[in-house]
């Protein structure tokens, strides 16, 4: 592409032609202050945050649409420049609840660091409010519109990546609010509650439902036996909740900070993907032997099961019928568990570290109790439970690196790449593999099926029999698959679904922020911790054996479709 | 609470047929809401959720519309149809004062309905009555020399 050459504060910077003053001036260290602008997703030019002077032009540009060109002159840091952005956060500042001590956002929060960038010490416009009421009415996501300073970043993000658009902007004027269609309750529209809109929200107008104090009570009743599972996603993230750099590996931490947290025993959410991968990849050669339906799709990501029951309901029969690890975690923890320890399941309460707003929501399903008990009681995204840290004064940088427990601690490298798009298929195919050839797997990595594209597929050889297989992550993609299936333009015969950008690595529950560039970095470590397990295939695993040997008898057996199968409900569109 | 049951099939038929004929063309909306509009004189929720089923878009599109352009109403006229005028003359010698006092007996704000479905509040330019100002009139009956102490008075004879 052809590179032109402007200057920027009396700078010359070379870009490619068809960049934004933005771009131009990011590549030359220029800090342009932006609110509304999110990459790729959001460029509409709405809240003005990051207007220049651009000679030629009257009036004052803003600097994430205008493009660059040949000769262009900007100024970035002019008396007009300085004065107009900040009557923009006044405005924007003047009819804002100013709660920052108490806001789940304080410190974390666009609105207010700018307000401090730029030196707001007064804000000399009176503001109208109008009061809205806040929405708690799901298990996973609050919108308090009262902090909504209408940059569109959620609608960008539910319709472009998840394909839904259940939120968007109505009215105008003043009385323009982000709201759901007939201001309905959240739990009322077809919302799949995976939290890609909390993760872009610059201050604190959508966020995850907080189930922190829950918790703190249970682990403070003595008649309570309080367990813990993390999920593959979190040991790669939650260190940058202690500002550690995206992609640094925290497993040790992780454990250790539970155990002062006074979670005993620590499990593995690995553990249960493990056995997922038994159930699913004997479901798949099943469905495959005897004429099941085909393509068997998975079923571990919440956001995209509530998704295909809203949208695509006439193709619940191609689900797979296993519960997500989480579940299927609990499911083991208050029976076999419970029976090993002999401690009596009324007694249990199990707690999960997930990626994920929606894994609130799937832990509440009614179907959810196969032990006789609520199978998980609490869901707490990854920076629910860095707050969690950080409320107990557990200093992160000196703890030490600890082990999980056993049994259901034990888990293998198949387990921990469940945290990245392409993973549960990658874990899948190691097993059904030596399952069905009765050979063993020279080459476990499949890298057909890793990385960030949005639809990736690989036909892989099973000793002459060819599976055909896809792997899709954000539901607009899904979406695309879908409709392909639907109309018979492909034949696989097996699809990894998962609602997040990048899977769970980029889940809605995960630090913010959260983009390309630190899901790519979270993605590279989740492949190492794969590298580094001694066993990297999920019928090795020996407590899954185990599990199988001394309770379950195999899988697909009657127990397992007991405790570790499910159904789905067809919900509306609208 | 507000739609009641329609004695308008008629209405509903052509309605959807009309959506029929633009299966998947996101570009129909604003014509066929107004079509919507003119037929019943405001946008049922139930012929919104059939647009867009059928043009294939996010219900969130469809109210946004419906919310963004003033021109669309979401609920029926009330029985009683108050205007409020706010002219010149009127705004002078206190329609605003009168107005926000129908706003606090009725609940609602001025553009809307209240729940029962019996009183539309709105609020107009001029009803050409500049001399009884403030004016207001009730479908038909003009009220002239309003005071906000009235408001209460003149509801009471709309029951
Ligand atoms: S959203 Fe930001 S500015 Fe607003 S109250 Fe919360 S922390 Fe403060
Ligand atoms: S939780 Fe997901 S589906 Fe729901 S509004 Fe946010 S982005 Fe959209
Ligand atoms: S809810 Fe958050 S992301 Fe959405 S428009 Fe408001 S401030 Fe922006
Ligand atoms: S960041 Fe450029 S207009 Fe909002």
């Known amino acids: 592409m052809a590179l032109v050459t402007l200057t ?12 934004t003053v933005l771009e131009a001036a990011r590549k030359a260290g220029i800090d342009i202050p932006t609110l509304c602008f999110l990459e ?48 923009t956060l006044e405005l924007l500042l003047s009819n804002h609840p100013y709660e920052c001590p108490t806001c789940i956002r304080n410190l974390n929060c666009e609105l207010q660091a700018l307000a401090e960038k730029l030196g707001i010490r ?5 503001g109208i409010r109008e009061e809205f009421k806040v929405d708690d009415s799901t298990p996973s996501i609050v919108r308090d519109p009262n902090k909504c300073i209408l940059c569109r970043r959620c609608v960008a993000v539910c319709e472009q990546i998840q394909g839904i658009k259940a939120v968007a902007p109505m009215n105008r004027g003043f009385k323009s609010v982000v709201t759901t269609a007939f201001q309905q309750p959240m739990a009322d529209v077809s ?41 593959p996603a979190t040991r790669v993230t939650v260190g940058e909740m202690f500002g550690m750099e995206p992609g640094t590996i925290s497993t040790g931490k992780m454990v250790a900070a539970l155990r002062r947290l006074g979670f005993n025993p620590v499990f593995d959410t690995d553990f249960a993907a493990d056995l997922t991968i038994l159930e699913e990849g004997s479901e798949l050669i099943e469905r495959l032997e005897h004429g099941g339906k085909l393509p068997l799709i998975t079923s571990c990501s919440p956001g995209w099961i509530k998704f295909i029951e809203h949208f695509y309901p006439d193709l619940l029969d191609h689900l797979s019928t296993c519960k997500s690890p989480q579940q299927m975690f609990g499911a083991i923890a208050k029976t076999y568990y419970a029976q090993k320890v002999g401690v009596d399941p009324s007694k249990i309460v199990v707690v999960s570290i997930m990626p994920c707003t929606a894994k609130k929501f799937e832990c509440r399903r009614p179907e959810m109790n196969s032990s006789g008990f609520q199978d998980v009681d609490y869901v ?19 703890l030490p690196e600890e082990e999980y427990d056993d049994p259901l601690g034990v888990s293998t490298g198949a387990g921990a790449i469940f945290g990245a798009t392409g993973g549960v298929m990658e874990a899948a195919l190691r097993t059904a593999y030596e399952l069905v050839t009765g050979k063993t797997l020279e080459r476990l990595d499949y890298n057909e099926v890793r990385g960030l594209e949005g639809i990736k597929e690989a036909t892989v050889d099973f000793d002459g029999l060819q599976v055909k297989v896809a792997v899709a992550h954000t539901l607009s993609n899904a979406r695309k698959i879908l409709d392909r299936v639907k109309a018979g333009e492909v034949n696989y015969h097996f699809i990894e679904i998962m609602a997040c950008p990048g899977g769970c690595l980029g889940g809605g529950g995960q630090p913010i922020p959260t983009n390309t560039e630190i899901r790519k970095k979270r993605m590279a470590a989740i492949y190492e911790v794969d590298k580094n397990m001694p066993l990297r295939k999920s019928h090795e695993n020996p407590a899954v054996k185990m599990l199988y040997e001394e309770f379950l008898g195999k899988p697909l057996s009657h127990k397992s479709h007991e405790l570790l199968h499910t159904h789905y409900t067809p919900r509306p569109k609208y | 609470m507000g739609e009641q049951a329609c004695a308008c099939e008629e209405k509903y038929k052509e309605i959807e047929e009309a959506i029929g004929e633009y299966k998947g063309d996101r570009s129909a909306l604003i014509p066929l809401l107004q079509k919507t ?28 519309t419906v919310t963004f352009y003033s021109f669309f109403s979401l609920k029926p006229k009330g029985k009683y149809n ?24 009725l609940g609602i704000k001025a553009g809307d309905t209240t729940d029962d479905g019996k009183y539309s509040l709105q609020v107009v330019r001029c009803l050409g009555a500049c001399g009884l100002s403030p004016t207001i009139m009730v479908n038909q009956d003009t009220h002239a020399r309003m005071k906000p102490d ?6 009471k004879k709309y029951v």
Not at chain 2, 38 to 51: C, D, E, S, T
Not at chain 2, 82 to 105: D, L, M, S
Request: glycine share 8%; proline share 5%; charged share 25%.
């Open chain 1, 40 to 87: 790729d997703i959001n460029e509409i030019g709405a809240c003005r945050m990051c207007v220049v002077e651009v000679k030629g032009t009257k009036a004052l540009q803003a600097a994430c649409v205008y493009p660059v060109s040949n000769g262009l002159e900007v100024h970035t840091n002019t008396p007009l420049v300085r004065a107009s952005r900040r009557l």
């Open chain 1, 191 to 231: 919302c799949v509650l995976c939290g890609q809109c909390t993760l872009v929200c610059p201050v604190g107008a959508l966020y995850e439902h907080d189930d922190i104090d829950k918790v703190w009570k249970a682990l403070a009743d003595p008649d309570k036996h309080v367990i813990v599972q993390t999920a």
């Open chain 1, 122 to 126: 007064e804000v000399r416009v009176p």
């Open chain 2, 37 to 64: 509009q003119r037929l019943f004189g405001y946008v049922p929720r139930a012929v919104q959720v059939k647009i867009a089923e059928e043009l294939g878009i996010p219900l969130t599109d469809v109210y946004g």
């Open chain 1, 380 to 398: 707490l995204t990854t920076r629910e439970f860095g707050r969690m840290v950080k409320q107990a004064g557990i200093d992160w940088n000196s």
């Open chain 2, 82 to 105: 108050i205007q409020c005028c706010n002219g010149t003359a009127c705004y002078v010698r206190g329609a605003p004062k009168v107005i926000e006092r129908f706003e606090k007996e």
């Open chain 2, 150 to 155: 009235k408001v209460p008075e003149v509801l």
């Open chain 1, 8 to 19: 920027i504060d009396g700078k010359k910077v070379e870009i490619e032609e068809g960049a």
